[in-house]
T-cell receptor, first 109, second 112 residues
Framework: GENVEQHPSTLSVQEGDSAVIKCTYSDSASNYFPWYKQELGKGPQLIIDIRSNVGEKKDQRIAVTLNKTAKHFSLHITETQPEDSAVYFC????????FGKGTKLSVKP | EPEVTQTPSHQVTQMGQEVILRCVPISNHLYFYWYRQILGQKVEFLVSFYNNEISEKSEIFDDQFSVERPDGSNFTLKIRSTKLEDSAMYFCAGGLAEETQYFGPGTRLLVL
C-alpha cells in the first residue's frame, strides 16, 4: 500500500522567512496530493493540492511542487507570519488519503 | 461558506460502552469518511462511504465499528464496545469527488 514520509517533524522560522516541508510517497499510482493545516484543537484544513499531471501550483504565499519521477512533493510558504504556525500534513491518495506524520511549524515574530 | 459539523465535541465514556459520533457533512457532498488521530500522531483512515454503502475500510475498522447515514444528512460512526485504545480525535470528512476532502472539527473521545 501507499506510504507517505514527511520531513522535518518540527520547523522553526523567523517571521518573513520561507518554510519548506517535504514529503515522499511510495505508490507511483497515487495521483492527488493535498496539504492540510491543523491548528490546535481543530480539524485539518485543506490549504492547497496538486494533481499528478501538474508540476507546480501556487496560491498567494503558498506553493506546492511535485516530482513524479522522484515521488516527492513539497510545500513552500513564503513571507511566513505568526498565524502560519500550525501542524502541516501532506497526504497522497490512492483510493483514500494516506497522511504523513506532520510538521509542526513555528513562526517566531 | 458551508462547513462540516460534528457532535459532540468531547465525549467521555467507560470501557465497554457504546458511543455514537455524529457528523453533518456539507449538503451536496457525495463521499463521506471517518478518520481518527491518536494524540500526537498522524491522521489515519477508518472508512469511506458512498452511495449508502461502505466503499473501503482500513484494518482499524473492525467489527466493533459501524457507520450509517440514516436520513440523508447525518453520518454516524458507532463504536459498539469501546476500548482504551479507541481514545482519539475522530474526524468526519466529505467531498464531491473522491479526492478533495473537507474535514470537520472532530470529536475528542476519551475511554476510561
Amino acid at each position: 500500500g501507499e506510504n507517505v514520509e514527511q520531513h522535518p517533524s518540527t520547523l522553526s522560522v523567523q517571521e518573513g522567512d520561507s518554510a519548506v516541508i517535504k514529503c515522499t510517497y511510495s505508490d507511483s499510482a497515487s495521483n492527488y496530493f493535498p496539504w492540510y493545516k491543523q491548528e490546535l484543537g481543530k480539524g485539518p484544513q485543506l490549504i492547497i493540492d496538486i494533481r499528478s499531471n501538474v508540476g507546480e501550483k501556487k496560491d498567494q504565499r503558498i506553493a506546492v511542487t511535485l516530482n513524479k519521477t522522484a515521488k516527492h512533493f513539497s510545500l513552500h510558504i513564503t513571507e511566513t507570519q505568526p498565524e502560519d504556525s500550525a501542524v502541516y500534513f501532506c497526504a497522497a491518495i490512492r483510493g483514500n488519503l494516506i497522511f504523513g506524520k506532520g510538521t509542526k511549524l513555528s513562526v517566531k515574530p | 461558506e458551508p462547513e462540516v459539523t460534528q457532535t459532540p465535541s468531547h465525549q467521555v465514556t467507560q470501557m465497554g460502552q457504546e458511543v455514537i459520533l455524529r457528523c453533518v457533512p456539507i449538503s451536496n457532498h457525495l463521499y463521506f469518511y471517518w478518520y481518527r488521530q491518536i494524540l500526537g500522531q498522524k491522521v489515519e483512515f477508518l472508512v469511506s462511504f458512498y452511495n449508502n454503502e461502505i466503499s473501503e475500510k482500513s484494518e482499524i475498522f473492525d467489527d466493533q465499528f459501524s457507520v450509517e447515514r440514516p436520513d440523508g444528512s447525518n453520518f454516524t460512526l458507532k463504536i459498539r464496545s469501546t476500548k482504551l485504545e479507541d481514545s482519539a480525535m475522530y474526524f468526519c470528512a466529505g467531498g464531491l469527488a473522491e479526492e478533495t476532502q473537507y474535514f470537520g472539527p472532530g470529536t475528542r473521545l476519551l475511554v476510561l
